[in-house]
Every structure is written in C-alpha cells, then in structure tokens.
T-cell receptor
Framework: GENVEQHPSTLSVQEGDSAVIKCTYS??????FPWYKQELGKGPQLIID?????GEKKDQRIAVTLNKTAKHFSLHITETQPEDSAVYFC?????????????FGKGTKLSVKP | DAGVTQSPTHLIKTRGQHVTLRCSPI?????VSWYQQVLGQGPQFIFQ???????GRGNFPDRFSARQFPNYSSELNVNALLLGDSALYLC???????????????FGQGTRLTVV
C-alpha cells in the first residue's frame, strides 16, 4: 500500500516569510496530489491540488509542485500570514485504484508568528 | 448551502459500549466516506459508500460498520468500544462516484469520541 511521509512535522516562520512542506509517497500509480489545511476544531479543507500531468500549480499565495520521478510533491506558501497557522496534510491518491480513498500523511503544524 | 454536517459533535462513552455517529452530506452529493483521526495523526480511511453501496473499506476491525440511507446520509457504528477508539471521526462527501478524477472531498467538522 501507499506509504506517505511529510516533512517537517512542525514549522515555525515569521509573518511574511515563505513556508515549504514536502510530501514523499511510495505508490508510483498515484495520480492525484492534494493538500489539505486543518484548523483547530475543524475538518480538513482542500486548499490546492495537482494532477499527475502537471508539474506546478499556483493559486495566489500557495503553490504545489510535483516531481513524479522522485515521487514527492511540495506545498509552497509565500507571504505567510497568522491565519495560515494550521496543520497541513498531503493525501496522494490513485484514482482508479483498488480503494480510491485519500491516504493522509501525519501532518505538518505550521505556526506563523506576527 | 449547508456543508457536511455531523452529529453529535462530542461524545463520551464507556469501554464495551457501542456508538452511532451520523453524517449528512452536502445536498446532491451521493458519496460519503468515513475517516478516523487519532490525536496528532492524519485521518485514516474507514469506509466509503456511494448510492447506498459500500465501495471501499479500510483496515479496521469488524466492530466498525456503516451504512448509507436513501437520502445519502450515513451512519458509522462502532461496537465493543476500546480506549483506542478515542478519536475524531470525520465524514466527507463527494459529488461523483469513487475513483473519478475531479471529485473533491468536503469534510465535516467531525465527532470527537472519547472512550473512558
């Protein structure tokens, strides 16, 4: 089955700095690569995703890059703000696979200091 | 439009008891999935239902069961509760069948289950 690892597990940055979280996966058949943000007391919320035929996707201050050869994808947040403080999860998935469910990493707790 | 709603929000049960958790998907969504999130970990897949049929099952014991109703709402049942079942139980709904690209999973706020 899929083995998903996220690094770092915790990340503290100053407001305005950039943050990068990396996700490594093992299933070469994975073809969907989302990032979820979970705030305290809430369920995960999709913030950005990428398909396997695209190398990079950007949405305002957040971007995701994919390296299928090396089997990793990364979340980039620029100009961080205090409201970006949350736990971020990657959840690579193989659409069309036996289960078709999300497999989450252990999460990265991002703290943005004002 | 209302998002995914789960009830109850919090629950305390004793070891050996059973529990039923409920989920109402976003209107028009026919796919519901259940995840267990232990403190400090990522959510772990339990079940997926589409059109009232089970379409996927994670690596959980038979004490865990679920069903989906004609209105696409869903229940997760856990029997013979153990201390280790204490977790946040998340429900997610999607508009398309499982294994189809372009189907975003929308999560509810979860039910916090504590087993004492």
């Amino acid at each position: 089955g899929e083995n998903v690892e996220q690094h770092p597990s915790t990340l503290s940055v100053q407001e305005g700095d950039s943050a990068v979280i990396k996700c490594t996966y093992s299933d070469s058949a994975s073809n969907y690569f989302p990032w979820y943000k979970q705030e305290l007391g809430k369920g995960p919320q999709l913030i950005i995703d990428i398909r396997s035929n695209v190398g990079e996707k950007k949405d305002q201050r957040i971007a995701v890059t994919l390296n299928k050869t090396a089997k990793h994808f990364s979340l980039h947040i620029t100009e961080t703000q205090p409201e970006d403080s949350a736990v971020y999860f990657c959840a690579p998935m193989n659409y069309g696979g036996s289960q078709g469910n999300l497999i989450f990493g252990k999460g990265t707790k991002l703290s943005v200091k004002p | 439009d209302a998002g995914v709603t789960q009830s109850p929000t919090h629950l305390i049960k004793t070891r050996g008891q059973h529990v039923t958790l409920r989920c109402s998907p976003i209107s028009g969504h026919k796919s519901v999935s259940w995840y267990q999130q232990v403190l400090g970990q990522g959510p772990q897949f339990i079940f997926q239902y589409y059109e009232k049929e089970e379409r996927g099952r994670g690596n959980f014991p038979d004490r865990f069961s679920a069903r989906q109703f004609p209105n696409y709402s869903s229940e997760l049942n856990v029997n013979a509760l153990l201390l280790g079942d204490s977790a946040l139980y998340l429900c997610a709904s999607s508009s398309l069948p499982p294994r189809q690209l372009n189907t975003e999973a929308f999560f509810g706020q979860g039910t916090r289950l504590t087993v004492v």
